[in-house]
């Protein structure tokens, strides 16, 4: 590709921090064509944020660039980015490139207004008046299709949702028309609607503003979906790349080869999720052992002739919203809205819908973490609503929780080993501490971690296995059943492969009933016998899981199944 079609082009750029052995980028090559998109796949720790932060110039401190070189091709000039100033820097930030950061949350500031926030880059970056900036950056949450733009205008992070602060971060990112924009996984962790509107939006405003994209993701479905060519990254290095669809046709290393195969597939059922690290070790993985109908089937007949375990009768749990000045609620929000379902001994039961549908919510009130406004939950004949303490405490043994957000679920003060003790102590689980330690350890080998693993901090950790610490506490009390709280949601696919495998293999070994909390609709298939989809804090419909998905009933089921990345 000659010079005059590229924006940007990186040749042999390595990087080593500090006093590490190894490169953290060994010898990256990349060219981004203008007008076009490129994908930057690969598993955290594989160097794609690393590459989009050399580009911007804001590697952190005890990084260092060994060699290489960032050329950015002006109209009339071009430029190695390595070597320009920090205020030539500020200048080329927003105005010719700009970036969506991977959590808008943690992005955007806290204690400023959203529209302030994007104010602040078109003041810096432009000679507008106050009224032609207010009103321009009114116009570009229209453009992003925020709605009531105005208002969010005033509104601070925390007062909208997840995919509205994305569209805010994006209209940050375009508001001075950069001509490359890097997206840092912007649709992680987003519902699956939510990730194709803001797809669907990058592509509409990249044929707007004829704007290059780098996109990084671990994804390939959500990459299959915008990406003109694919670059792909291990350990630092880059392993493969291509034309999308080539790429994805007919990869030809073993690594790609593994991404592709760790998200659950469509149409069938394996009984283990394949692992990059299956691919990597032997090349080829043949020996999948698909579940067949039948055997479905026979598994169903079995758990579905028993009594249901937990029967949930028209569930509500409300939050106010507006009080009086005499603390009274005036305005509330019903997010579990006269919910019903009963749950099976040995079953893993699915939830699914969108942010705000209640799915959380639910799961929570079943455990006495949030106040049930009205209904019941009746388990062994006795509603738990009406628990005392010591009911609840008793509970509690039987049914836990696996938390979202490893990292802020486990308390950073304590180490892993304390963590795990701390739970048999309150429970007042076996007697002395030597018995307790002798559990922890067992515990954590169960999940596939080590006895080393005792004394180290939740911040020493990588994000599976941080998920693995989160496991081990909920089993350390042996539970029944386990609430999974959108527990693989943030996780690499490959990563994310190995921890449904060992919740599949915890639950068979320890007859464990699972409710599965998931955006992820793919996750959730593979996972789930039968399926409940909320919306709106109401149920949309019950059933087989494989039914739902190849008839499903309701229309907002059907727009869920259609927003699948890839599909």
């Not at 350390?476 to 690499?492: F, G, K, T, W």
């Not at 949309?540 to 190849?550: C, L, S, V």
Request: proline share 4%; net charge neutral; with cysteine.
């Amino acid at each position: 590709m000659s010079e005059n079609q590229l924006i940007l082009s990186i040749k042999k750029l390595s990087i080593r921090f500090d006093n590490s052995p190894t490169k953290a980028l060994d010898n990256i090559n990349i060219d981004i064509a203008k007008g076009k998109t490129l994908g930057l796949v690969g598993e955290s720790g594989s160097g794609k944020s690393l590459t989009s932060l050399s580009i911007m110039g804001i590697l952190p401190y005890n990084a260092n660039v060994v060699e290489g070189e960032i050329q950015y091709f002006f109209e009339d000039r071009t430029q190695n980015l390595l070597q320009i100033s920090e205020k030539e820097y500020r200048a080329l930030r927003g105005n010719n490139i700009s970036m969506i950061f991977q959590e808008p949350m943690t992005s955007l500031n806290p204690v400023i207004t959203c529209g302030e926030q994007v104010y602040e880059i078109l003041k810096q970056h432009s000679s507008f008046s106050d009224n032609q900036i207010k009103n321009k950056v009114i116009n570009l949450f229209e453009e992003v299709k925020l709605p009531r733009p105005e208002k969010i205008y005033k509104q601070y992070p925390y007062e909208i949702s997840g995919g509205q602060k994305q569209r805010v971060m994006i209209a940050m990112a375009i508001a001075c028309n950069p001509d490359l924009l890097i997206a840092d996984e912007p649709t992680t962790a987003l519902d699956v609607t939510v990730q194709k509107e803001i797809l669907l939006l990058l592509k509409d405003l990249q044929a707007k503003y004829q704007m290059s994209i780098l996109f990084i993701t671990h994804d390939f479905g959500v990459v299959k979906d915008i990406a003109d060519e694919i670059v792909v990254m291990f350990k630092g290095e880059i392993v493969e790349k291509g034309k999308t669809k080539d790429l994805l046709q007919n990869p030809q290393h073993n690594y790609t080869k593994g991404l592709l195969a760790s998200r659950p597939p469509k149409d069938t059922r394996p009984s283990k999720l394949i692992t990059v690290s299956s691919f990597l070790k032997n090349g080829e993985v043949t020996d999948v052992q698909l579940i067949t109908k039948a055997e479905r089937l026979t598994y169903h007949k079995k758990i579905y002739a028993q009594e249901p375990a937990l029967i949930v009768k028209d569930l509500q749990t409300s939050f106010a919203l507006k009080k009086n000045i005499w603390g009274k609620t005036t305005q509330e929000l019903k997010a579990v809205n006269h919910v019903s379902f009963d749950l099976y001994k040995g079953e893993t039961l699915g939830l699914v819908g969108e942010s705000g549908c209640g799915k959380t919510t639910l799961g929570r009130t079943l455990l006495g973490l949030e106040k049930a406004k009205a209904g019941e939950v009746i388990y062994q004949g006795k509603n738990i609503l009406s628990f005392s303490r010591s009911e609840m405490l008793a509970f509690r043994k039987k049914f836990q929780i696996i938390f979202q957000d490893p990292y802020s679920s486990l308390n950073p003060k304590l180490t892993t080993g304390a963590i795990l003790m701390e739970v048999l102590k309150v429970h007042n689980v076996l007697n002395t501490k030597k018995e307790r330690w002798k559990r922890t350890i067992e515990l954590l080998e169960r999940v596939g971690l080590e006895e080393k693993h005792f004394n180290h901090y939740p911040h020493e950790f990588s994000g599976g296995q941080r998920q693995r610490i989160g496991i081990a506490r909920a089993l350390a009390l042996q539970p029944e059943y386990i609430i999974c709280d959108e527990s693989v949601s943030a996780l690499d696919v490959s990563v994310q492969a190995q921890v449904l495998n060992l919740l599949n293999d915890l639950k068979k070994e320890f007859n464990l009933t699972y409710i599965f909390i998931s955006h992820d609709l793919l996750v959730v298939k593979y996972m789930s016998d039968r399926l409940v989809v909320m919306n709106k804090g109401v149920v949309e419909e019950i059933g087989d899981t494989d039914e739902i998905y190849e008839n499903p009933q309701s229309l907002y089921t059907q727009k869920l199944i259609d927003s699948i990345p890839g599909k």
